[in-house]
């Protein structure tokens, strides 16, 4: 062995290490063999199981934890509490459950569809008749089996053509067909038990770390259960959402009257110029809706005196609102359009959130006594001032004095429409509840669906950057506050609407991502916004670009990419 000796009483030869150091962020350091894997280190520093450790942050990206450790680094853990970690964990329980179905019932297509609300994914079965339930029963089993055995999930980095090969075999068309519009000559697959499938984003090491998840039989399909973020212990309890059930199934229909079932289908539309035809065919759809609002309203003019419309972020409330009132006017009822915004208290008096932060999304950030007292004023004949709030000071200043009449109606727009607190002396009969969200989207395959609200993401950062010179990181830092105000103060309001309008436009993220992809690109390495970036970006890269110029003027997209022809438009 060669002598080790001191060169400057500082510095000295050294043999080299077979071994490499991981701190963690609690400043212990473990130590092992070069190779060892993400996954032995979690092992070793986190004993505590309760919370599922699913990947991990080495060098400010997101790791999968089968990936081996070759020098000294700094690791956090990513659990299920975070927004990676519990897509990573959906993830994982969507392949173990199409595997678990090929085994018991080769003749299903498991689709997973959509999220329900604070509950689960709703999945299709396909080629088959419904599951009974005792045949849930058996799927459910056979997937704890598989958990228990703690089956490996491996990672292949594949050509595309090889790909191909292998999705023909196991008769994924969706996927042979979405393969074509690949812009990159390899791709990487996860297989397990012998079948294979992509999924864009991380996955688990093996099916081990999947133990809490449930299994429920939901009309023709199935729930998938999962923990949330919120409660990672517990495994929420399935409540019936008939409103929202029905956007679904209007959502499948317009699907079939576009033809256009999922990304490589609006590629396709794209590639034979039949685009045109989508975006008239689903702005259209869009039309004939709020048409149908307005004629409900003023059928029943002489009992609703306010209209409530509310949404979570970036869902179109504003371009609904207006072109819902244009709708009214044709109809003979003129409205009186007020925005809860405008009724902001001071920033000074806004409350915090535990972060610290101003917490504009709880219903205390809204001066209550002052926009109920408008609103009886209002109902009641008497004339008011109508406050404005001033994003950039942060302070109310005070705009026009106006006062309506018998035969019209109030249209209020806001996060806080549908909460019963906001105007708790309003007669249930006297107002008209409306939620609107971009309550489907267009998913990538049968097994990769595209998050609702990752949609909703994407066009804020487009906003954003172009009204309020916000950069795409400043956005993403942001979103993750926005969402747990929206799981809190909205979603769980949703089913008290009389009717929901679904903003999601078939076409709109081929719109959106050629205004979307350079703000991405923007974002410095080594962030956690960056590493959202990297996972957007990679489901926006399988969808064929579209320019902004064939989407109408007053469509609702253009709430977002700008050039609307409702922006002047002023009730």
Not at 78 to 86: E, R
Not at 245 to 259: I, K, M, R, Y
Not at 342 to 355: E, I, L, S
Not at 523 to 530: K, L, R, S, W
Request: glycine content about 6%; proline content about 6%.
């Amino acid at each position: 062995m060669t002598q080790i000796r001191s060169v400057n009483g500082k510095v000295w030869l050294a043999e080299p290490r077979a071994t490499v150091q991981v701190r963690f962020p609690d400043g212990r350091i473990f130590e092992g063999p070069k190779g060892t894997r993400l996954a032995e280190f979690m092992d070793a520093a986190y004993e505590d199981r309760s919370v599922p450790i699913v990947a991990a942050m080495v060098g400010g990206k997101l790791r999968e934890l089968s990936v081996p450790v070759e020098s000294d680094c700094s690791v956090a853990p990513v659990s299920i509490t975070a927004a990676d970690g519990l897509r990573i964990y959906q993830r994982a329980l969507s392949f173990l459950l199409v595997v678990a179905a090929r085994e018991l019932f080769p003749e299903a297509q498991i689709i997973i569809d959509h999220s329900l609300t604070l509950s689960g994914l709703y999945c299709e079965v396909q080629g088959r008749p419904p599951f009974t339930s005792q045949e849930v029963r058996l799927l459910e089993q056979r997937m704890r089996e598989i958990v228990e055995a703690d089956e490996p999930i491996v990672r292949r980095r594949v050509s595309v053509d090889e790909a191909r090969e292998i999705f023909e075999r196991q008769g994924y068309t969706d996927k042979v067909r979405l393969l074509r519009f690949r812009q990159k000559d390899h791709i990487t697959i996860y297989e397990l038990r012998g079948l294979c499938g992509y999924f864009y984003g991380h996955m688990v090491p093996s099916t081990g770390y999947l133990e809490r998840f449930g299994l429920s039989q939901c009309g023709p399909g199935l729930i998938l259960l999962f923990p949330r973020r919120e409660a990672p212990a517990a495994l929420p309890i399935v409540h019936d959402f008939p409103r929202l059930s029905s956007v679904f199934q209007e959502h499948h229909e317009w699907l079939e009257l576009l033809g256009v079932g999922d990304a490589g289908g609006l590629n396709e539309a794209i590639e034979s110029g039949r685009m045109q035809e989508v975006i008239l065919v689903a702005e259209a759809l869009h039309a004939q809706r709020i048409a149908e609002m307005a004629r409900e309203i003023s059928r029943h003019r002489a009992r609703i005196r306010v209209v409530l419309i509310a949404g979570p972020s970036c869902s179109g409330k504003t371009t609904l609102a207006k072109r819902l009132a244009i709708q009214l006017i044709a109809n003979g009822v003129r409205p009186l359009a007020l925005a809860i915004d405008d009724y902001f208290v001071d920033r000074d008096a806004t409350p915090k959130d535990q972060n610290g932060e101003y917490d504009f999304e709880c219903l205390d950030a809204v001066d209550l006594a002052l926009l109920n007292q408008h609103i009886n004023d209002l109902l009641s004949g008497r004339p008011v001032l109508l406050p404005r709030y001033d994003f950039g000071t942060g302070r109310r200043t005070w705009g026009r004095k106006v006062s309506i009449r018998d035969d019209q109606v109030l249209l209020l727009e806001g996060i806080h429409g549908l909460n019963p607190a906001l105007l708790p002396d309003l007669p249930a009969e006297r107002a008209y509840r409306v939620y609107v969200s971009a309550l489907t989207q267009l998913n990538l395959d049968h097994h990769n669906r595209v998050p609702t609200t990752d949609t909703r993401l994407v066009r804020r950062i487009v906003r954003d950057a172009r009204t309020r010179g916000y950069t795409a990181q400043a956005t993403i830092q942001r979103w993750d506050s926005v969402t747990a105000g929206e799981r809190c103060n909205i979603f769980p309001y949703q089913e008290s609407a009389d009717v929901m309008f679904n903003s999601a436009l078939v076409y709109e993220l081929s719109v959106l991502k050629p205004f979307v992809e350079p703000l991405l690109a923007q974002i410095d390495p080594g962030t956690m916004e960056y590493v959202e970036a990297r996972r957007l970006l990679s489901f926006l890269e399988w969808f064929l670009p579209w320019p902004a110029d064939m989407v109408p003027d007053n469509s609702l997209l253009r709430e977002f990419i700008g050039g609307s022809s409702l922006r002047e438009f002023v009730l």
